[in-house]
């Protein structure tokens, strides 16, 4: 359940601010490096800090599972959004997309959602007032 909803939320963001980009651009075909890079951007961010929340509250084996198989989904879903709607579906541009772009996103969501991960659990466990702990 918990991939389910993190891969739902993402893949839905992400689909939106394709969409956004696409309708705001109006077909003139340019390439964008700055969009591109505040999505990927946006994406690590919203990883890191959810990552982060989880890791305040669960245990870190569990975080990192959760989060590797969400960026293993997000590793398919980002080139199929792209392939979709980009003009001229091509089977085998999807496919490029997906042995290429897939391991770079799943890297970058992975990345960020484990080193928030590690944050959130350092938070979790650090000295409150009167000097005590949090179990772990």
């Given at each position: 359940m918990n991939?389910?909803?993190?891969?739902?939320?993402?893949?839905t963001?992400?689909?939106?601010?394709?969409?956004?980009?696409?309708?705001?651009s109006?077909?003139?075909g340019?390439?964008?490096?700055?969009?591109?890079?505040?999505?990927?951007?946006?994406?690590?961010?919203?990883?890191?800090?959810w990552?982060?929340?989880?890791g305040?509250?669960?245990?870190?084996?569990r975080?990192?599972?959760?989060?590797?198989s969400?960026?293993?989904?997000m590793?398919?879903?980002?080139p199929?959004?792209?392939?979709?709607?980009e003009?001229?579906?091509?089977?085998?541009?999807?496919?490029?997309?997906?042995?290429?772009?897939?391991?770079?996103?799943?890297?970058?969501?992975?990345?960020?959602?484990?080193?928030?991960g590690?944050?959130?659990?350092?938070?979790?466990s650090?000295?409150?007032?009167g000097?005590?702990?949090?179990?772990?």
């Amino acid at each position: 359940m918990n991939v389910l909803t993190r891969i739902i939320a993402f893949a839905t963001a992400w689909a939106l601010f394709s969409l956004t980009v696409l309708w705001l651009s109006e077909g003139r075909g340019d390439a964008n490096i700055g969009v591109g890079l505040l999505a990927f951007g946006l994406l690590m961010l919203g990883a890191g800090v959810w990552g982060a929340f989880d890791g305040m509250h669960d245990r870190y084996a569990r975080v990192a599972v959760t989060w590797v198989s969400v960026a293993l989904l997000m590793g398919v879903v980002v080139p199929v959004t792209i392939s979709l709607t980009e003009a001229g579906f091509s089977g085998r541009v999807l496919l490029s997309d997906v042995l290429t772009v897939g391991p770079f996103i799943a890297v970058l969501v992975a990345g960020a959602a484990l080193i928030g991960g590690l944050v959130g659990m350092a938070v979790r466990s650090s000295p409150r007032r009167g000097g005590r702990s949090d179990p772990a």
